[in-house]
């Protein structure tokens, strides 16, 4: 059973555009949301995260926002550039038990196209 | 400075050989990981050590062999590999271990090829 789900699995945007990822949840025990990039052959690289206690995050370039009702959460990337283009895993933990892993989605990824 | 360093880059070895991953942070994380990734799939948890201690291991068979010399090391030893072990190992560490999902940074990763 899928807990973080990444329903697309590829993004095409154009340059300068926002780049919009979702992921979506079903564990209502999880309380903390990681975004990462991974390019091929390489380990992910830690983006931006958000805690359930805020429903919105910035960093730069990145904003994670936070729909605990829906549970819900998406990545803007805005403007989009070239570099960006990359796989893009959205993962989740909670506090206690088994809910403490990290639990990845399967990965959308991401194109950005001059 | 957020670097985890792992060596080899590449490896590839029989199934009758032993070899070591080697990973390194620098960062005072107490909190150290192995992970396997294969081609377009999410890693997958296989050990977690914390303060040096062996926390959790995810069911992994006994041909990997994970050790913790101290707090800024973590190897991965392994021996008698099948070729469906071919992956990218990766090496994560965080701050604490309060909870498995604390930020983590990954090394680059050891691209594993088992013949």
């Known amino acids: 059973d899928q807990q973080v789900k990444q329903n697309s699995p590829s993004l095409s945007v154009q340059e300068g555009r926002i780049s919009i990822l979702n992921c979506d949840y079903t564990?209502?025990?999880?309380?903390?949301f990681l975004w990462y990039k991974k390019y091929p052959a390489e380990g992910p690289t830690f983006l931006i995260s958000?805690?359930?206690i805020k429903d919105k995050n910035e960093d730069g370039r990145f904003t994670v926002f936070l729909n605990k009702s829906a549970k819900h959460l998406s990545l803007h990337i805005v403007p989009s550039q070239p570099g960006d283009s990359a796989v893009y895993f959205c993962?989740?933990?909670?506090?206690?038990?088994?809910?403490?892993?990290?639990?990845w989605g399967l990965g959308t990824s991401l194109a950005v196209n001059p | 400075d957020t670097e985890v360093t792992q060596t080899p880059k590449h490896l590839v070895m029989g199934m009758t050989n032993k070899k070591s991953l080697k990973c390194e942070q620098h960062m005072g994380h107490r909190a150290m990981y192995w992970y396997k990734q294969k081609a377009k799939k999410p890693p997958e948890l296989m050990f977690v050590y914390s303060y040096e201690k062996l926390s959790i291991n995810e069911s992994v068979p006994s041909r990997f062999s994970p050790e913790c010399p101290n707090s800024s090391l973590l190897n991965l030893h392994l021996h008698a590999l099948q070729p469906e072990d071919s992956a990218l190992y990766l090496c994560?560490?965080?701050?604490?271990?309060?909870?498995?999902?604390?930020?983590?940074?990954f090394g680059p990763g050891t691209r594993l090829t088992v013949l």
């Open positions: 994560a560490s965080s701050q604490l271990l309060k909870r498995i999902g604390d930020t983590q940074y």
């Open positions: 564990n209502s025990m999880f309380d903390y």
């Open positions: 958000i805690s359930s």
């Open positions: 993962a989740a933990s909670g506090a206690a038990g088994n809910n403490r892993k990290l639990i």
